[in-house]
C-alpha cells in the first residue's frame, strides 16, 4: 500500500523559508512512473497546486508561485522536499503532498495537466511571529 | 489558464437522492483531462474520477464523470451517508468545490 507522509515545521516566521519534505513507503520515487507533487489548502478554501517533481529532478511549477519555489527529490531516501521562501501570512495552509500522473496529448507531449492519484494527509503551516 | 466554475456552491440532497455536479471550463480542456476529487472534513482529498470518465481505484460505481470541452459532470447515482462531502473538479487549476450536505 502506497502512503506519502508530510513532515516539517508547523510554524513559519514571516519572510522566512517554509520546509517540507514528503517520504513515501509502498512505491519508489525513482519508478519513473510517476511525478511527485505538493498542493496547498488555506484553512476553509481551495486546493491550489504547487509544483511538482520527477525523479530526475525536473520539474514544473504554479506560475504564481514559481519566483519562491524550490523542489527537490532524494532517491536514496525516497523523499521529496518543498522550499517556499519569503513566506507571508497568505501561505499559511494544510500542505499536501501527492503521487501524480501527468497527461500528454495526442503528439506526446506533456498537456500542463495531471492528476492527483494518491495524497498524504496534509501537515498545516502556520505563518506567524 | 482554464478557469474552472463549479455550481452549485452547496447541493442538500437526502442519501438515496441522485447528485448531480457540474464544472464549467473558461475555454475547452484539452484531451478533456479533467478529474474529481472528494474531501471530508479533516482529511484529505481523494481521487474519484480522472480522464473525464474514468473511475479511480476501489470507487463505487455509484460514482461518474461525464462531459466533454468545457462541460463535465459527476453524477452520484444514489447518495450514501459517507458521500457528503465536498467535491473538486480539475485540470490544471480547481475548481472552487461544491459541497453535498444532508438535507
Known amino acids: 500500500q502506497v502512503q506519502l507522509q508530510e513532515s516539517g515545521p508547523g510554524l513559519v516566521k514571516p519572510s522566512e523559508t517554509l520546509s517540507l519534505t514528503c517520504t513515501v513507503s509502498?512505491?519508489?520515487?525513482?519508478?519513473?512512473?510517476?511525478?511527485w507533487s505538493w498542493i496547498r489548502q488555506p484553512p476553509g478554501k481551495g486546493l491550489e497546486w504547487i509544483g511538482d517533481?520527477?525523479?530526475?529532478?525536473?520539474?514544473n511549477y504554479n506560475p504564481s508561485l514559481k519566483s519562491r519555489i524550490t523542489m527537490s527529490i532524494n532517491t536514496s531516501k525516497n523523499q521529496f522536499s518543498l522550499n517556499l521562501s519569503s513566506v507571508t501570512a497568505a501561505d499559511t495552509a494544510v500542505y499536501y503532498c501527492?503521487?501524480?500522473?501527468?497527461?500528454?496529448?495526442?503528439?506526446?507531449?506533456?498537456?500542463?495537466?495531471?492528476?492527483?492519484?494518491?495524497w498524504g494527509q496534509g501537515t498545516l503551516v502556520t505563518v506567524s511571529s | 489558464e482554464v478557469v474552472l466554475t463549479q455550481s452549485p456552491g452547496t447541493l442538500s440532497l437526502s442519501p438515496g437522492e441522485r447528485a448531480t455536479l457540474s464544472c464549467r471550463a473558461s475555454?475547452?480542456?484539452?484531451?478533456?483531462?479533467l478529474a474529481w476529487y472528494q474531501q471530508k472534513p479533516g482529511q484529505a482529498p481523494r481521487l474519484l474520477i480522472f480522464?473525464?470518465?474514468t473511475r479511480a481505484t476501489g470507487i463505487p460505481d455509484r460514482f461518474s464523470g461525464t462531459g466533454s470541452g468545457t462541460d463535465f459532470t459527476l453524477s452520484i447515482s444514489r447518495l450514501e451517508p459517507e458521500d457528503f462531502a465536498v467535491y473538486y473538479c480539475?485540470?490544471?487549476?480547481f475548481g472552487q468545490g461544491t459541497k453535498v450536505e444532508i438535507k
Open positions: 517533481i520527477y525523479y530526475t529532478g525536473s520539474t
Open positions: 509502498g512505491a519508489s520515487v525513482n519508478s519513473g512512473s510517476h511525478y
Open positions: 475555454q475547452s480542456v484539452i484531451g478533456d483531462f
Open positions: 480522464g473525464t470518465s
Open positions: 501527492a503521487r501524480t500522473v501527468l497527461y500528454y496529448d495526442s503528439r506526446g507531449y506533456y498537456s500542463g495537466a495531471q492528476y492527483f492519484q494518491i
Open positions: 480539475h485540470h490544471t487549476t
